[in-house]
């Protein structure tokens, strides 16, 4: 394996595990949370959101290459 590969793949790993904290963030916010622990909620899933984003953008920019 190349190191462009290893690094597409630790990358791979990375978005996986920012995935599943935007899922479990989602899960909570379908319980009926608190309007202050609704805006922790928000923040985190926007973060996280802005996180899996910029590793989809790195996997795609380092497979065109």
């Not at 462009?4 to 920012?18: C, D, F, G, H, P």
């Not at 899960?27 to 973060?47: F, H, I, V």
């Amino acid at each position: 394996m190349t190191n462009e590969n290893l690094e597409i793949e630790a990358l791979k790993a990375q978005r996986y595990t920012v995935q599943n904290k935007l899922s479990s963030v989602r899960e909570r916010l379908k319980g009926n949370p608190s309007p202050e622990k609704r805006r922790q909620y928000d923040e985190r899933k926007a973060a996280l959101t802005a996180e899996r984003e910029r590793l989809s953008a790195a996997i795609k920019a380092l497979k065109a290459d």
